[in-house]
């Protein structure tokens, strides 16, 4: 028996050591990811499942950058649109130490280059007719930092600094986290159609952070940032401050969170 065999039937046997499992909750455990994607633009069928040689390789491959080795073309793609989250990111501070208006345009054109890479590593997984192991998770961690911590930053740059606002702000990034972490474990539960594409969100899809992106590169565009801020701010002069136009930030974020709502894929 070879060395990747016994490496595979270790890991089949870790997961099914636990007594408590019951045979269906054994079978969703032990089968094999499909890549999703958690964006608007899933696939419109789903991909067939890594077989066994996957599991192997990146259980027993021990090579030098075997991790590298193992990543799907697609899963490359995803990696630049969490590079594009990143330059985002480091445009809205260099905004803040220059205070040069084209960094933060800059950091609004990277968040819609990682849109791009958003929608392009689903339809280069599809072309391939591979999924990846790691496709989903990749592609949940790489939303949140186009999708998320990266328009927050760019919300600060701007003039959203009172206590409350950045409070807002986290509340913001963190239901767009919980709102990926609960479609990874939940998508199998989702009714699917005959293609064996879900038939709804559950809550706002991240990638609609985009919105108050848009709504952002406007205010810059129109020099309505920091003092200028439409709507101004309520509770001036207290420790509970905030900017009117911050609450739309909350109330999107609660709206991620949904369960009950339920917005038909297109």
């Given at each position: 028996m070879t060395s990747n065999t016994t490496g595979f039937q270790k890991f089949d046997s870790a997961i099914a050591s636990d007594s408590e499992v019951d045979e269906?909750?054994?079978?969703?455990?032990?089968?094999?990811?499909?890549?999703?994607?958690?964006?608007?633009?899933?696939?419109?069928?789903?991909?067939?499942k890594p077989d066994e040689k996957e599991y192997i390789k990146f259980i027993d491959d021990e090579r030098h950058f075997s991790l590298i080795r193992n990543l799907h073309?697609?899963?490359?793609?995803?990696?630049?649109?969490?590079?594009?989250?990143?330059?985002?990111?480091?445009?809205?501070?260099?905004y803040s130490l220059t205070g040069k208006s084209n960094y933060v345009q800059r950091a609004h054109f990277f968040i819609l280059l990682g849109l791009f890479f958003d929608f392009f590593d689903g339809r280069v997984a599809r072309l391939r007719n591979k999924s990846s192991l790691m496709g989903q998770e990749l592609d949940s961690l790489a939303d949140l930092i186009s999708f998320g911590v990266g328009p927050a930053t760019i919300a600060f740059s701007i003039g959203f600094q009172?206590?409350?606002?950045?409070?807002?702000?986290?509340?913001?990034?963190?239901?767009?986290?919980?709102?990926?972490?609960?479609?990874?474990?939940?998508?199998?539960?989702?009714?699917?159609?005959?293609?064996?594409k879900s038939q709804y969100f559950e809550g706002l899809p991240i990638p609609t952070n985009l919105f108050w992106v848009m709504v952002m590169a406007f205010l810059v565009k129109k020099d309505w940032i920091h003092q200028n801020l439409p709507w101004g701010t309520v509770l001036q002069n207290t420790p509970f401050e905030f900017h009117l136009i911050c609450v739309g930030f909350f109330i999107h974020g609660c709206g991620e969170i949904s369960k009950s709502l339920k917005i038909p894929k297109p």
């Amino acid at each position: 028996m070879t060395s990747n065999t016994t490496g595979f039937q270790k890991f089949d046997s870790a997961i099914a050591s636990d007594s408590e499992v019951d045979e269906s909750e054994l079978h969703m455990t032990t089968g094999p990811p499909l890549r999703r994607s958690s964006s608007l633009f899933s696939l419109k069928e789903e991909l067939p499942k890594p077989d066994e040689k996957e599991y192997i390789k990146f259980i027993d491959d021990e090579r030098h950058f075997s991790l590298i080795r193992n990543l799907h073309m697609a899963d490359f793609i995803t990696l630049l649109n969490g590079f594009s989250g990143f330059y985002a990111i480091i445009s809205c501070l260099r905004y803040s130490l220059t205070g040069k208006s084209n960094y933060v345009q800059r950091a609004h054109f990277f968040i819609l280059l990682g849109l791009f890479f958003d929608f392009f590593d689903g339809r280069v997984a599809r072309l391939r007719n591979k999924s990846s192991l790691m496709g989903q998770e990749l592609d949940s961690l790489a939303d949140l930092i186009s999708f998320g911590v990266g328009p927050a930053t760019i919300a600060f740059s701007i003039g959203f600094q009172t206590t409350v606002d950045v409070l807002f702000l986290a509340f913001w990034v963190l239901c767009g986290l919980t709102r990926l972490a609960r479609f990874n474990i939940s998508t199998n539960n989702i009714p699917k159609d005959h293609t064996g594409k879900s038939q709804y969100f559950e809550g706002l899809p991240i990638p609609t952070n985009l919105f108050w992106v848009m709504v952002m590169a406007f205010l810059v565009k129109k020099d309505w940032i920091h003092q200028n801020l439409p709507w101004g701010t309520v509770l001036q002069n207290t420790p509970f401050e905030f900017h009117l136009i911050c609450v739309g930030f909350f109330i999107h974020g609660c709206g991620e969170i949904s369960k009950s709502l339920k917005i038909p894929k297109p």
